[in-house]
T-cell receptor, first 113, second 114 residues
Framework: QKEVEQDPGPLSVPEGAIVSLNCTYSNSAFQYFMWYRQYSRKGPELLMYTYSSGNKEDGRFTAQVDKSSKYISLFIRDSQPSDSATYLCAMSRASGNTGKLIFGQGTTLQVKP | KAGVTQTPRYLIKTRGQQVTLSCSPISGHRSVSWYQQTPGQGLQFLFEYFSETQRNKGNFPGRFSGRQFSNSRSEMNVSTLELGDSALYLC?????????????FGDGTRLSIL
């Protein structure tokens, strides 16, 4: 069983929809949580970086962490065709292994005009 | 501020050869991590360097090695290439002086093994 599970999709939504992307994890040692966006032929781009349980908002993006359920989410409001990409969740432990991120498989999102 | 730069962008090699990939981190970043990305396994951690020392290592064979220079630039070497080494190799940098600072990625080197 993988430490981080993410539904690979693909997920197709109409422009303007609210998108919900999710990851579950099994290791309670994970304390830092990230969401990356990756366009084709590009490297992952950091979207959100969170530590504590709760919500963090940045523009149209909201990251949610529920440590008790080992579940994290990324919400995209008013989705745009330019949001079409692969979204990767990543996480790391609180101490030690500072350079090691564990990634989900990525969810492919298509936003149709 | 310039981002993480990886060279070359594309590389074609044959089995048995060796290859060296280069990564220049964001100015001021002292930690460089390397990842392998494949369709089947996703993104997997190879190793991390901080202040010219390997600080962490993933579960890859010894054919995969790296180093970091005093200017924080890093190189990754793969010897005796196998078909399964075909992948996108990504480098990420962070400040690295405290735990768990965010990592920023380059656009990778796509390595194809014939």
């Amino acid at each position: 069983q993988k430490e981080v599970e993410q539904d690979p999709g693909p997920l197709s939504v109409p422009e303007g929809a609210i998108v919900s992307l999710n990851c579950t994890y099994s290791n309670s040692a994970f304390q830092y949580f990230m969401w990356y966006r990756q366009y084709s032929r590009k490297g992952p781009e950091l979207l959100m970086y969170t530590y504590s349980s709760g919500n963090k908002e940045d523009g149209r993006f909201t990251a949610q962490v529920d440590k008790s359920s080992k579940y994290i989410s990324l919400f995209i409001r008013d989705s745009q065709p330019s949001d079409s990409a692969t979204y990767l969740c990543a996480m790391s432990r609180a101490s030690g292994n500072t350079g090691k991120l564990i990634f989900g498989q990525g969810t492919t999102l298509q936003v149709k005009p | 501020k310039a981002g993480v730069t990886q060279t070359p962008r594309y590389l074609i090699k044959t089995r048995g050869q060796q290859v060296t990939l280069s990564c220049s981190p964001i100015s001021g970043h002292r930690s460089v991590s390397w990842y392998q990305q494949t369709p089947g396994q996703g993104l997997q951690f190879l190793f991390e360097y901080f202040s010219e020392t390997q600080r962490n290592k993933g579960n890859f064979p010894g054919r995969f090695s790296g180093r970091q220079f005093s200017n924080s630039r890093s190189e990754m070497n793969v010897s005796t290439l196998e078909l399964g080494d075909s992948a996108l190799y990504l480098c990420a940098s962070s400040l690295g002086d405290r735990s768990n600072q965010p990592q920023h990625f380059g656009d990778g080197t796509r390595l194809s093994i014939l």
